[in-house]
C-alpha cells in the first residue's frame, strides 16, 4: 500500500487519533475519513514513533553464524526499531569504504529498517592508526567508534579528536582501561568474590570517561560514552554537562535493571562488558536515567552462539541480545511501575538519538517519514527466546513477563513486523 490510513489509534497522551500515510511519509494526523480498502485498524492499541538504537552488533560478513543484516534487522523491527546503528567491529572491519559500501548493499537488499553504519576510529579497531576521515565523511558516516576496545594510548585519542572535530564527526567510546580490567569477566564486587574469579572495577570505565572528557575540554567536538555502567562515569559525565561540554551518554536496560547479585551461578547469559556492576552502581544509573543526565536507551545487541556460551564465564565471549525485549521492558519497569512517563521513554528511545546523531528517523509529526510502532500495553507477554527473530539467545530476560510489546511496525511507509496474534 502506498497510501493508507492507521485509524483507531491512541497517542502517548491516551487520546484517540488516525494516521495518514502517503508515499512512505506521514501527510495527516487527526480525524480521517477512510475507505475500507486503505485502512488499518489499530484496535485501540498505542502509536508510538520509531525507536532508535544507536549500538547495534549486526555481525554478518564473516560472522554470519551469530546474525545477518536480514535476522538482525527483523529482530529489530520486531522489537519496534526503524532506525539501528551498526558497530564496525564486524569482520572484515567498517574501517573502509569497500565494507562501507558492502554493508550499504546488504541493507538495500535484505534490511527490515534503517541502518547508520558507525565507522572505526582506528585501523581494524586495534587503537594503533587512524583512518582517512575525510573518506568517512563523505560516505555519510554519523559518528565513530573503536566499540569493543577503548582507544588506550593518550596521544592517539588526542589525534582522534582533533581529525574528528575537523570532519564533524561524533566520537562514540567503548571506555575501558585495559591495564585496570585485564579482561576480567565480572565486577569487582560480591559474585565475583564469591565465585573466586578476578574482577574490575568500575574504574576501568571512569578513568577513561575521564581522560577523553579533559581532550574534549581542551579540543572540542561531540563525544558520547557508550553503554555507561559505573557511578564514577556518572559523576564525570554530569560535571561535564554543567561546564556545558559537548557530551552525551547512554545507557543499556541490562545495565538499569540487573546488578553482579543478581547473577545466578555462573550463568554466561549474563555476562557483558562492560559487566553488570554494583546494587550501588545500578541505582546511581536509575538516577541518572530520570534526572536527564542519561541521554538515551541502547541495547548494545551482540549476538553469539549457544555454543560459544557454553564455556564458561573465563572463556565465554561478552554480550547479550537486546533489540526484542529493550522497550518491553522498559515499558513494563518504569513506565506502568509509574518511575517514568511515557513521553520521558519515547524521549530516551527515540527523540534525543534523532537530535544528537541527526538520525534520518521519523518522529510522528505529519511530513516525518512514516517510522511507526503499534504497541500492546494491555497484554503482557513471557520473554520466549526460542521465538527471537535474532540467530541467538543469549539474553538474561528469558522468561520474564513483560508489557508494552510491539505490535506492528513501520518503516518509511512500509509494514516491517506484524505479530500472527493480531489481526490488523
Given amino acids: 500500500m502506498d497510501s ?53 552488533h549486526l555481525r554478518d560478513f564473516k560472522q554470519a553464524y551469530k546474525e545477518t543484516v536480514k535476522t538482525g534487522t527483523q529482530a529489530a523491527s520486531r522489537g519496534g526499531f526503524t532506525s539501528i546503528a551498526c558497530m564496525p567491529n564486524t569482520q572484515p572491519c567498517l574501517d573502509n569504504l569497500e565494507t562501507l559500501n558492502d554493508l550499504k548493499e546488504k541493507v538495500s537488499e535484505e534490511g527490515y529498517c534503517k541502518v547508520f553504519p558507525i565507522a572505526a576510529m582506528t585501523k581494524d579497531i586495534q587503537g594503533e592508526t587512524l583512518v582517512d576521515y575525510k573518506t568517512y565523511k563523505d560516505a555519510g558516516v554519523l559518528a565513530i567508534t573503536d566499540d569493543g576496545r577503548g582507544v588506550q594510548k593518550d596521544e592517539v585519542m588526542r589525534e582522534v579528536f582533533e581529525e574528528a572535530k575537523k570532519y564533524s564527526l561524533g566520537l562514540m567510546q567503548h571506555c575501558e582501561v585495559e591495564a585496570i580490567s585485564k579482561g576480567a569477566s565480572l565486577h569487582e564486587g560480591k559474585k565475583s568474590k564469591e565465585l573466586g574469579l578476578v574482577g574490575q572495577s568500575g574504574l576501568a570505565e571512569s578513568e577513561m570517561v575521564k581522560r577523553d572528557i579533559d581532550l574534549l575540554r581542551e579540543i572540542g567536538g ?44 555462573e550463568d554466561t547469559h549474563f555476562k557483558m562488558n562492560p559487566p553488570l556492576r554494583s546494587r550501588e552502581d545500578m541505582l546511581c544509573l536509575n538516577e541518572a536515567l530520570l534526572d536527564g543526565t542519561i541521554d538515551m536507551i541502547t541495547t548494545d545487541h551482540a549476538p553469539h552462539t549457544p555454543e560459544e556460551k557454553a564455556q564458561g564465564l573465563d572463556d565465554a565471549p561478552f554480550g547479550i541480545i537486546g533489540l526484542e525485549t529493550a522497550f518491553p521492558l522498559i515499558y513494563t519497569y518504569y513506565v506502568k511501575n509509574e518511575k517514568m512517563s511515557f513521553e520521558k521513554l519515547i524521549d530516551l528511545m527515540c527523540i534525543k538519538p534523532v537530535e544528537i546523531f541527526k538520525v534520518a528517523n521519523g518522529q510522528l509529526r505529519v511530513g516525518d517519514d512514516a517510522d511507526l510502532c503499534l504497541v500492546d500495553i494491555e497484554q503482557s507477554k513471557v520473554v520466549d527466546a526460542k521465538e527471537f527473530y535474532s540467530k541467538c539467545e543469549n539474553t538474561p530476560f528469558d522468561g520474564d513477563d513483560l508489557y508494552g510489546w510491539p505490535v506492528l511496525t513501520i518503516c518509511n511507509g512500509k509494514i516491517t513486523y506484524k505479530d500472527s496474534n493480531y489481526d490488523f
Fill in 222 to 265: 561531540h563525544y558520547h560514552v557508550l553503554h555507561m555502567s559505573a557511578k564514577e562515569s556518572v559523576e564525570h559525565v554530569r560535571k561535564a554537562k554543567k561546564e556545558g561540554l559537548n557530551v552525551t551518554c547512554e545507557v543499556t536496560p541490562h545495565h538499569l535493571l540487573l546488578c553482579d547479585e543478581d547473577i545466578p551461578n
Fill in 4 to 56: 493508507f490510513v492507521i485509524s483507531n489509534v491512541k497517542n502517548i497522551r491516551g487520546e484517540s487519533i488516525s494516521v495518514r500515510v502517503s508515499g512512505g511519509k506521514i501527510t495527516h494526523i487527526g480525524d480521517i475519513v477512510t475507505h475500507q480498502n486503505e485502512e488499518i485498524d489499530g484496535k485501540g492499541k498505542m502509536i508510538i514513533p520509531g525507536l532508535v538504537d544507536m549500538q547495534v
